[in-house]
């Protein structure tokens, strides 16, 4: 079975630049979720998506951040204008219908610095 | 205060050494408990769920107790391989709501 695919794996950009990431998650799987991970603590959710529907954004800053899920499938969060503290790695995860939403199965990890 | 609180450590043990670990959160709606492991520079991984009345997969051992709001983890026969940083999450609105705590690093010595 494939596992949850990201990309790009690294991006470099200068502040006020945008950025988009992109998100397969595990076939079949109806939750996806984006994680934001700053070095030395844990993934903070930004936004979890059940089918295509968002569940929660309530950490996602929503006046520069933005995030889709077309057709229930696949994901891209996008970043507009970045700031240097967005400098991170995105975390996707999937986890099915039929497991507990708590497993979830992350993917490599999108990780970007912004200059 | 954090939800989810743990240890930041490092935890420093040498191989066959006996750890535990502790997990402290707030809110006393959370439904459901469990271990991530995080190596450097990967992604989290589950590493297992965290029933009611404790349980076990080899080395490792998950207790829960809700009345003093924390799990544990312990890890027996520490090996080489179990340094990584030990990741708490708890979920609770049926679901709709996962926390992660920041973490906890174990180094196990030769």
């Known amino acids: 079975e494939a596992g949850v695919a990201q990309s790009p794996r690294y991006k470099i950009i200068e502040k006020r630049q945008s950025v988009a990431f992109w998100c397969n998650p595990i076939s079949g799987h109806a939750t996806l979720y984006w994680y934001q991970q700053i070095l030395g603590q844990g993934p903070k959710l930004l936004i979890q998506f059940q089918n295509n529907g968002v569940v929660d954004d309530s950490q996602l800053p929503k006046d520069r951040f933005s995030a889709e899920r077309l057709k229930g499938v696949d994901s891209t969060l996008k970043i507009q204008p970045a700031k240097l503290e967005d400098s991170a790695v995105y975390l996707c995860?999937?986890?099915?219908?039929?497991?507990?939403?708590?497993?979830?199965?992350f993917g490599p990890g999108t990780r970007l610095t912004v200059t | 205060r954090k939800e989810v609180e743990q240890d930041p450590g490092p935890f420093n043990v040498p191989e066959g050494a006996t750890v535990a670990f502790n997990c402290t959160y707030s809110n006393s709606a959370s439904q459901s408990f469990f271990w991530y492991r995080q190596d450097c520079r990967k992604e989290p991984k589950l590493l297992m769920s965290v029933y009611s009345s404790g349980n076990e997969d080899g080395r490792f051992t998950a207790q829960l107790n809700r009345a003093s709001q924390y799990i544990s983890l312990l890890i027996r026969d520490s090996k080489l391989s179990d340094s990584a940083t030990y990741l708490c999450v708890v979920n609770r609105n049926g679901g709709f709501k996962t926390i992660f705590g920041a973490g906890t690093r174990l180094f196990v010595k030769a």
């Open positions: 995860a999937s986890s099915s219908r039929e497991g507990s939403p708590g497993e979830q199965y």
